[in-house]
C-alpha cells in the first residue's frame, strides 16, 4: 500500500544498538509476584529472552500495561516502563509512540483490561495501524479481582460472579484484532515456550501494529481452561501450528488437515487417505495474503470439530500511523512554516468579556 501523502520521510529507526546485552539485563530486581505456577512467568520468559535478540538499547525499550495480573509486567522488566489506568495502556502507548516514533513500545494487557474496559482504545490501535507491540494475555477469567467472569469467558461458565453459568457471548479475540485490520495478528501458549520464543520473536520485528494473544493458565480461578492443547497426550490432536507456504496439518502422525469444501462453503477437518483425501487437498496457509478473509477463517476454528491455531495469522506491511503522522507534519511546515502556539491561540476570531 502506498502511502498518501507526496513528502518521504526517513522510516524511524530503533534508536542506538546495543551491544552484548543478556536476557539477565533485561529482567529487573523486582520480585515476581504472581501465583505459583500461573502462565504469565513463561510470558515473561519469552520477552526476556527475546529482548536482547533485537540488539536495541535498554533505553529505547518502554513496556505499557494497564490494570490486571498482566499489568505488572513492567515491574519485571529493566527498561522504561509505565503502570497506567484500567484499559488505557493501548491509548497512552498510542501518544509515546506518535511523539517518539524511535521508541519500541510494548503493550502488556489481559482479556478483561484489554477487551472490556480497554476494548475502544485497542481495536482504534489497531486499525490505525500504530507500532505498538500488544501481548493479550487470555485466562478466560478475572485473576487479579478474584474470579469473575470476562469478556472471553465460555458461554456457560460458572464463575466467583455467575455461579449459575455465563450468559454472556464470548470474544473471539483474534476475530476482534482482525476484524479491526491489524497488520500482524498471532496466537500463542504459554505451555509451548519454544513456540511462543519465536512468535514473540515475530512479533518485535513486525513494523506496526503487532498483536499477539496468549492463552494462558490461571491456577486459582480456572485452571485448565485450555488442558486439550496443553497436555502432553492431547495437545498434537488439538493443535494447528500454522506455518506460512506449508499445508495446514495436524495429528501425532501429521496425518490430519484442514481443507475447504465449496459445497458448504466452510472448512472441513478431514484425514488423509479417508474418502480418498490426499495431500493436495489441504489449505496452504498465507500469512501474506492481502485480504483478512483466510486469517478470519482460521481465527474462528476451534473445538469441539476442529483444532486451535496456534501461529502467525496474518502479517502484511502498510504504513504505519506515526511515519504518516510525520509525513503529514512536514508536509504542512512545508506550506506553513513552523508552527507557534501563541500565534494560534490568537488566531482568527476572538472576543473580549469585560
Known sequence: MTSP???????????????????????????????PGCGDYAILAQVHKTLPLLGIARENFVFVSGIGCSSRFPYYLNTYGIHGIHGRAPAIASGLKISRPELEVWVATGDGDGLSIGGNHLIHALRRNIGLKIILFN???YGLTKGQFSP????????????????????????????AEASFVARAIDAEPKHMAETVLRVAKHRGAAFLEVFQNCVVFNDGAFGELSERETRAEHQ????????????????????????????QAVELGKDGVSLADILIHDEHAESPALAFMLSRMGPPGFPTPLGVFRAVERPTYEQMAQELEAKAIAKLGEGSLERMLYSGESWVIP
Open 240 to 267: 494447528l501450528l500454522l506455518e506460512h507456504g506449508k499445508p495446514m496439518l495436524f495429528g501425532k502422525e501429521k496425518n490430519k488437515g484442514i481443507r475447504w469444501d465449496a459445497r458448504t462453503f466452510a472448512p
Open 139 to 141: 485466562n478466560r477469567i
Open 152 to 179: 472471553t469467558s465460555l458461554l456457560g461458565q460458572k464463575t466467583k460472579s455467575t455461579p449459575f453459568g455465563n450468559i454472556d457471548s464470548p470474544f473471539n479475540v483474534l476475530s476482534v484484532a482482525l476484524g
Open 5 to 35: 501523502f507526496a513528502i518521504s520521510v526517513p522510516a524511524p529507526t530503533a534508536g542506538p544498538k546495543a551491544t552484548a546485552l543478556t536476557r539477565k539485563d533485561f529482567e529487573s530486581d523486582q520480585s515476581v509476584r504472581w501465583c
